[in-house]
Nanobody, 127 residues
Framework: QVQPVESGGGSVQAGGSLTLSCAAS????????MGWFRQAPGKEREGVAA????????FYGDSVRGRFTISQDNAQNTVYLQMNSLKPEDTAMYYC????????????????????WGQGTQVTVSS
């Protein structure tokens, strides 16, 4: 079992940056796919980015490609989401999720593929 634990959310003005972190606790050396998702009030959960922890291959949603970067520190079992050029529409609760499988995406990650979820961290972007 894997328990993702997010940190790093907060408030920022449009055009600013934030970095989210997600530690995959419960495994001394986690391998699989880790993903970031977000959900704004009244909207469906949206896949943001995902990474294969063994190879570092990454996948992004169209709305964040070129602005957000997912990366990892395997020694720390931690995945990061660097968010630049933030927009008010990026405001949402951001969730980290994990699966022990290697899941390939042609587009954004899909929530149905991830059985392990963190509690979420709020990101608020003001105009």
């Amino acid at each position: 079992q894997v328990q993702p634990v997010e940190s790093g959310g907060g408030s920022v003005q449009a055009g600013g940056s934030l970095t989210l972190s997600c530690a995959a606790s419960g495994h001394t050396s986690f391998t699989g796919t880790m993903g970031w998702f977000r959900q704004a009030p009244g909207k469906e959960r949206e896949g943001v980015a995902a990474i294969w922890t063994e190879t570092g291959a990454t996948f992004y949603g169209d709305s964040v490609r070129g602005r957000f970067t997912i990366s990892q520190d395997n020694a720390q079992n931690t995945v990061y989401l660097q968010m630049n050029s933030l927009k008010p529409e990026d405001t949402a609760m951001y969730y980290c999720a994990a699966t022990l499988r290697r899941v390939y995406y042609f587009g954004p990650p899909q929530a149905v593929d991830f059985p392990y979820w963190g509690q979420g961290t709020q990101v608020t972007v003001s105009s």
